[in-house]
């Protein structure tokens, strides 16, 4: 069974551009969740789907991330503009059913570099 | 609000030694507990989660942890530590309600020498 894709694997950017993520879920899973991992913390919820609509959005900072999921497969993370601080791992997850029981799975995350 | 307190930044033990890397838990209700294990430049893998039962999980690699409900607490535990297992390792909980999200500590290494 393939895992989570994502790309691209690293990104260096400057602050005020923008940048996009891509992931592709395990195939067949209806749940998926987009994180941030600053250095040294753990991994922090931006937004989870359900198939295409999303289920949790609130720690998502709107002014500036978007992130869609289209046709309930794949989905895409957006930036504009970046700062500095956006520095991050962002983690892309799946899960097969809604039920709290089953464990997510992870993607290898990308690396974001906002100089 | 849940939260998840992993008291140690990192945990030092000799290879052959038995190691626990702590963690402590807040959430309303019954908790569906978590742990992952993060290597350089990968993402998170899945080692074990506690769901109901027997309060002694065992997981991948030879890794259990004990589920103490009074003690809020579900460390991570293996008899004989392998210089493989040195990485960075999460907790992380949800209650049992509809929708409602993940939350991970902020991480535990464990760095086991030879």
């Known amino acids: 069974e393939a895992g989570v894709a994502q790309s691209p694997r690293y990104k260096i950017i400057e602050k005020r551009q923008s940048v996009a993520f891509w992931c592709n879920p395990i195939?067949?899973?209806?749940?998926l969740y987009w994180y941030q991992q600053i250095l040294g913390q753990g991994p922090k919820l931006l937004i989870q789907?359900?198939?295409?609509?999303?289920?949790?959005d609130s720690q998502l900072p709107k002014d500036r991330f978007s992130a869609e999921r289209l046709k309930g497969v794949d989905s895409t993370l957006k930036i504009q503009p970046a700062k500095l601080e956006d520095s991050a791992v962002y983690l892309c997850?799946?899960?097969?059913?809604?039920?709290?029981?089953?464990?997510?799975?992870f993607g290898p995350g990308t690396r974001l570099t906002v100089l | 609000a849940q939260s998840v307190a992993q008291p140690e930044d990192q945990v030092n033990v000799a290879e052959g030694n038995p190691l626990t890397v702590k963690c402590t838990y807040s959430?309303?209700?019954?908790?569906?507990l978590f742990w992952y294990v993060q290597y350089p430049n990968r993402g998170l893998q899945f080692l074990l989660k506690y769901i109901t039962g027997d309060n002694l999980v065992k997981g991948s690699y030879g890794f259990e942890a004990e589920f103490n409900k009074s003690q809020t607490s579900f460390h991570l535990k293996k008899p004989s530590a392998l210089v493989s297992d040195s990485a960075l390792y999460f907790c992380a909980v949800r209650d049992r309600q509809g929708y409602s999200t993940l939350t991970f500590g902020k991480g535990t290494m464990l760095l086991v020498s030879p």
């Open positions: 789907f359900q198939n295409n609509g999303v289920v949790d």
């Open positions: 195939s067949g899973h209806a749940t």
């Open positions: 959430v309303s209700g019954n908790p569906y």
């Open positions: 997850a799946s899960r097969p059913f809604s039920g709290g029981r089953n464990e997510q799975f």
